[in-house]
């Protein structure tokens, strides 16, 4: 059973950067899409970038699409989330999540995506 374990969230100041680390163990992170989501106090979890089978990038969320960037090592099973040029806006808790099906928007639409789950981790913009 894959176990999937977020690092990285902090307080940043608007404009500034964070690096979001999702590393996988119990199994192969190249048999799994990964995807990230966020999930702000009283909104829903929403779906913001995901890395393909072999590392295509595919995002969910125009907000972040020029500002946020996402890496796929398969031999380490680690993904990581550039954010650059984040915004209160961005506060959130961010969570990782892996799905054998891949990073079809359909799945995340729908609610659907993710067969495992990362416990989260809270990235906080505020001045």
């Given at each position: 059973?894959?176990?999937?374990?977020e690092?990285?969230?902090?307080?940043?100041?608007?404009?500034?950067?964070?690096?979001?680390?999702?590393?996988?163990?119990g199994?192969?992170?190249e048999y799994?899409?990964i995807?990230?989501?966020?999930?702000?106090p009283?909104k829903?979890r929403?779906?913001?970038?995901?890395?393909?089978?072999?590392?295509?990038?595919?995002?969910?969320?125009?907000?972040?699409?020029?500002r946020?960037?996402i890496?796929?090592?398969?031999?380490?099973?680690l993904?990581?989330?550039?954010?650059?040029?984040?915004?209160?806006?961005d506060?959130?808790?961010y969570?990782?999540a892996?799905?054998k099906r891949g990073?079809?928007?359909?799945?995340?639409y729908?609610?659907?995506?993710g067969?495992?789950?990362?416990?989260?981790?809270q990235v906080n913009?505020?001045?």
């Open positions: 059973q894959l176990q999937l374990v690092s990285g969230g902090g307080s940043v100041q608007p404009g500034g950067s964070l690096t979001l680390s999702c590393s996988g163990s199994g192969s992170f799994y899409a995807a990230w989501f966020r999930q702000a009283g829903e929403e779906g913001v970038i995901c890395s393909t089978f072999s590392g295509k990038t595919i995002n969910y969320l125009d907000s972040v699409k020029d946020f960037s890496s796929k090592d398969n031999a380490e099973n993904v990581t989330l550039q954010m650059n040029d984040l915004q209160p806006g506060s959130a808790v969570y990782c892996a799905d990073c079809r928007g359909a799945y995340v729908a609610g659907s995506f067969d495992y789950w990362g416990q989260g981790t913009v505020s001045s």
